[in-house]
Nanobody
Framework: VQLQASGGGLAQTGDSLRLSCATSGFMFSLYSMGWFRQAPGKEREFLATISPGGARTTYADVVKGRFTISRDNTKKMVYLQMDSLKFEDTAVYYC?????????????????WGQGTLVTVSS
């Protein structure tokens, strides 16, 4: 099983970035996918999750209305579109996969994790 997050980098306040997560080694279309992040000195936090078919999404309040999670089951990819970036969005961003359909905001629900991609937002 592999998850490879990419698309991070340096952005300015107000900019947009799109993170991608390429996956392999599991039945992607049967898994819920999530994005989490860990800022310096803080615990990893939930950002967004999407159901296997893509019909249901859930967002943390801190990113609701600014970030959009999506997926392409034919490409086995999940994305996180990040708009109106803020300085406090600076963090390492992780994608994760789970066959579960409940408690998707909880890290413990996820079986597989990517290595993370760093997003730095300058003010």
């Amino acid at each position: 099983v592999q998850l490879q997050a990419s698309g991070g980098g340096l952005a300015q306040t107000g900019d947009s970035l799109r993170l991608s997560c390429a996956t392999s080694g599991f039945m992607f279309s049967l898994y819920s996918m999530g994005w989490f992040r860990q800022a310096p000195g803080k615990e990893r936090e939930f950002l967004a999750t999407i159901s296997p078919g893509g019909a249901r999404t859930t967002y943390a309040d801190v990113v609701k209305g600014r970030f959009t999670i999506s997926r392409d089951n034919t490409k086995k990819m999940v994305y996180l579109q990040m708009d109106s970036l803020k300085f406090e969005d600076t963090a390492v961003y992780y994608c994760a996969a789970t066959p579960e359909s409940q408690q998707l905001t909880q890290q413990k629900s996820y079986d597989h994790w990517g290595q993370g991609t760093l997003v730095t937002v300058s003010s």
